[in-house]
C-alpha cells in the first residue's frame, strides 16, 4: 500500500513539475505579447499624429489655394 502511495506522489509532483512549466512557457508568450501590444499602441499612436499633422497641413493648404484663388478674382475684376 505505501509502495502506491509513493508512486501516486512521484506522479502527482511530475505533473506539478510539468505544469509549472508549461506555466511558464504561457507567461512568457503573455508577456512577449503585451510587450508587442504596447508597441503597437506606441505606433498607433504615432500614425495618429502624423495623420492629424497631415489633415492639418491639407487643410491649410486648401485656405491657402481659397486666399489665392479670392486674390485672382479680385484683381481680375478690378483689371476688367
Do not use: T
Not at 508587442?36 to 500614425?47: M, P
Not at 495623420?51 to 478690378?78: C, T
Request: proline share 0%; with cysteine; net charge positive.
Amino acid at each position: 500500500m505505501i509502495v502506491v502511495f509513493e508512486i501516486l506522489s512521484f506522479v502527482l509532483a511530475v505533473l506539478l513539475v510539468l505544469s509549472i512549466r508549461k506555466n511558464m512557457k504561457i507567461y512568457d508568450k503573455l508577456a512577449k505579447c503585451e510587450d508587442e501590444i504596447s508597441k503597437l499602441k506606441e505606433n498607433q499612436e504615432k500614425l495618429k499624429s502624423a495623420l492629424e499633422l497631415g489633415i492639418q497641413a491639407l487643410q491649410s493648404d486648401e485656405a491657402e489655394k481659397l486666399n489665392l484663388r479670392l486674390q485672382n478674382a479680385k484683381l481680375l475684376k478690378d483689371r476688367g
